[in-house]
């Protein structure tokens, strides 16, 4: 699967796996950040939060922000991870959550060898 399809297939998964979750009473989901143009990290540095050569810079890759009961989790060990997370690797075989390599607020597809 090239770059272009992997691309609309996390935008539609993404847009489900936001609707699953916002239909429990308790949990709903936000854009957090997602693609970030490799012409931020023109000058080399890649001074932002996400790391060199990740999902974030192929537009496979999206940070989400969670609120519980109304009140924003920053706590990435939250329990609600642990079932939302899962639930979003079920959806495809190339779905990767971030709950694996410590940053459990990242959903993203696997690409050349990248998550």
């Known amino acids: 699967m090239n770059l272009k399809d992997k ?12 609707l699953w979750v916002n239909s429990h009473p308790h949990w709903k989901l936000a854009y957090g950040e997602g693609l970030v143009a490799q012409t931020d990290a023109r000058d080399g540095d890649y001074d932002g939060p996400h790391k ?42 190339l779905c990767r959550w971030g709950g694996r390599f410590n940053d459990a607020n990242h959903f993203s597809l696997f690409h050349e060898g990248v998550a």
């Open 7 to 18: 691309r609309i297939l996390f935008t539609t998964l993404l847009a489900q796996f936001i």
């Open 52 to 93: 060199k050569g990740g999902a974030h810079y192929t537009g496979l890759g999206h940070d989400m922000i969670l609120y519980v009961d109304g009140i924003y989790i920053e706590n990435s060990s939250h329990p609600v991870y642990n079932s939302i997370g899962p639930y979003w690797e079920s959806m495809h075989e």
